[in-house]
C-alpha cells in the first residue's frame, strides 16, 4: 500500500524557514518524480514544485512565487521528500500535499498525502 | 504563464448528468488530469490522460479534450458526487491546475 506521510507544519513568523518532510513508502521512492502542491485556506490547489527520479538526477523545477525560496530534495536512504522554505510570507499560508504528481500524466500522479499546515503570522 | 479557466460552480439533479469544462490554450494536445477534493481531504485523481480511470473510479466519471476545452462528464450524480473538481496539465515544466469548480448536486 503506498503512503505518503507529510511532517513538519506549523506557526512560523514572516521571513523564518521551516521544514517540511514527506516519508513515502509502498513504492520506489528513488525513481519516482514527486510534488508539492499547496491549498491557501478557502482557495484552489496551487503547485509548488516538483523533484525528478534519481536516475534523472533529482533535477527540480518551481512555481515562480516559490523560487529562490524555497527548494525540494530528496533522501533515498530513508525514502523522505522534503521542502525547505525560507524567507516566508504570509501568502504561503496553507496545506501543503506530498504528492506523486508528476510530467508523465498518468496514473502514478495519483498519490497524495494527507497534508500538512503551514501558517505564516506574526 | 499557461491558464487553464473552469467554471466556479455547476449544480446538477441528483441522478442527472453534470459536466465540468476546462478551457486552455490548445488543452487537447496536452494530458488532461482531473482531481475531486471532498472538504478537509486530499484530491483524488478521478480521470489522467483525458479519459482514463484510475483503478476504483467509477465508469460514471468519463472525459474528453479537443481543441481549447477539456471536460469532465459525471453521469447519473450521486450525493457523493458533490465536491470540487481541478483539472491539472504540465506546460513548459510547470503544473498548473485549473481555478477548481464546485459540483452541486442537488
Known amino acids: 500500500e503506498v503512503q505518503l506521510v507529510e511532517s513538519g507544519g506549523g506557526l512560523i513568523k514572516p521571513g523564518g524557514s521551516l521544514r517540511l518532510s514527506c516519508a513515502v513508502s509502498?513504492?520506489?521512492?528513488?525513481?519516482?518524480?514527486m510534488s508539492w502542491v499547496r491549498q491557501a485556506p478557502g482557495r484552489g490547489l496551487e503547485w509548488v514544485g516538483r523533484?525528478?527520479?534519481?536516475?534523472?538526477?533529482?533535477?527540480?523545477d518551481y512555481a515562480a512565487p516559490v523560487k529562490g525560496r524555497f527548494i525540494i530534495s530528496g533522501d533515498d536512504s530513508k525514502d523522505t521528500l522534503y521542502l525547505q522554505m525560507n524567507s516566508l510570507k504570509t501568502e504561503d499560508t496553507g496545506v501543503y500535499y506530498c504528492?506523486?504528481?508528476?510530467?508523465?500524466?498518468?496514473?502514478?500522479?495519483?498519490?497524495w498525502g494527507q497534508g500538512t499546515l503551514v501558517t505564516v503570522s506574526s | 504563464s499557461y491558464e487553464l479557466t473552469q467554471p466556479l460552480s455547476v449544480s446538477v439533479a441528483l441522478g442527472q448528468t453534470a459536466s465540468i469544462t476546462c478551457g486552455g490554450k490548445?488543452?487537447?494536445?496536452?494530458?488532461v488530469l482531473w482531481f475531486q477534493q471532498k472538504p478537509g481531504q486530499a484530491p483524488v485523481l478521478v480521470l489522467y490522460?483525458?479519459?482514463n480511470r484510475p483503478s476504483g473510479i467509477p465508469e460514471a466519471f468519463s472525459g474528453s479534450s479537443s481543441g481549447n476545452t477539456a471536460t469532465l462528464t459525471i453521469t447519473r450524480a450521486q450525493a457523493g458526487d458533490e465536491a470540487d473538481y481541478y483539472c491539472?496539465?504540465?506546460?513548459?515544466?510547470?503544473?498548473?491546475f485549473g481555478g477548481g469548480t464546485k459540483l452541486t448536486v442537488l
Open positions: 504528492t506523486t504528481l508528476n510530467d508523465f500524466g498518468d496514473d502514478t500522479s495519483g498519490y
Open positions: 509502498g513504492f520506489t521512492f528513488s525513481n519516482a518524480w
Open positions: 523533484i525528478k527520479s534519481k536516475i534523472d538526477g533529482r533535477a527540480t
Open positions: 490548445n488543452i487537447g494536445r496536452k494530458s
Open positions: 490522460r483525458d479519459n
Open positions: 491539472q496539465v504540465w506546460d513548459s515544466s510547470t503544473a498548473v
